[in-house]
T-cell receptor, first 113, second 117 residues
Framework: GESVGLHLPTLSVQEGDNSIINCAYSNSASDYFIWYKQESGKGPQFIIDIRSNMDKRQGQRVTVLLNKTVKHLSLQIAATQPGDSAVYFCAEINSGGSYIPTFGRGTSLIVHP | DGGITQSPKYLFRKEGQNVTLSCEQNLNHDAMYWYRQDPGQGLRLIYYSQIVNDFQKGDIAEGYSVSREKKESFPLTVTSAQKNPTAFYLC????????????????FGDGTRLSIL
């Protein structure tokens, strides 16, 4: 299992750069995946989702890529802005099971002006 | 606007005291969930309810209790048996697995931060 610590993985980028945040999921039966953004002191906000019958989905400035072979998910943020600074985490769901999501620990994105 | 409201935003508990965290949603969602978030950790499921008058334990239910008397409300009580209650508590809701026509994400409230006095 994943080691537990007080410090999240951190990605520091300059404003305007593209950001890529990665997530490894654990259950090969998972077929629905969600990315959330959590700002300090707030609840997670939905960003984008993807089903396992797709390998790419685009939103506004965000793209999610799914590689089922290696159980890997990534979130790409184009032209990163200071307002994108937050913790980002993924969730995996087996829609044929209890539909209870399993959440990743998250990555802290810091955008420098 | 539809959404999930958690109250209070900050809560302090004295030793031996039970405290109750409120969660209300007006999204007409069947399923509701309580999570605990500790620094640097992922969300851990405390309890969940997929329908009124029914709920199940999650991964860390010990020291907590819930009720689901109304579809809109899912209060969480942190009992004195929970020896390490200091954390950020998040409530979420979703359409509900048993009538999923399409995959839908969970929606979250803005959390309650509980501390020990």
């Amino acid at each position: 299992g994943e080691s537990v610590g007080l410090h999240l993985p951190t990605l520091s980028v300059q404003e305007g750069d593209n950001s890529i945040i990665n997530c490894a999921y654990s259950n090969s039966a998972s077929d629905y995946f969600i990315w959330y953004k959590q700002e300090s002191g707030k609840g997670p906000q939905f960003i984008i989702d993807i089903r396992s019958n797709m390998d790419k989905r685009q939103g506004q400035r965000v793209t999610v890529l799914l590689n089922k072979t290696v159980k890997h998910l990534s979130l790409q943020i184009a032209a990163t802005q200071p307002g994108d600074s937050a913790v980002y985490f993924c969730a995996e769901i087996n829609s044929g099971g209890s539909y209870i999501p399993t959440f990743g620990r998250g990555t802290s994105l810091i955008v420098h002006p | 606007d539809g959404g999930i409201t958690q109250s209070p935003k900050y809560l302090f508990r004295k030793e031996g005291q039970n405290v109750t965290l409120s969660c209300e949603q007006n999204l007409n969602h069947d399923a509701m969930y309580w999570y605990r978030q500790d620094p640097g950790q992922g969300l851990r499921l405390i309890y969940y309810s997929q329908i009124v008058n029914d709920f199940q334990k999650g991964d860390i239910a010990e020291g907590y209790s819930v009720s689901r008397e109304k579809k809109e409300s899912f209060p969480l009580t942190v009992t004195s048996a929970q020896k390490n209650p200091t954390a950020f508590y998040l409530c979420a809701s979703s359409i509900g697995s048993y009538r999923q026509r399409d995959n839908q994400p969970q929606h979250f409230g803005d959390g309650t931060r509980l501390s020990i006095l």
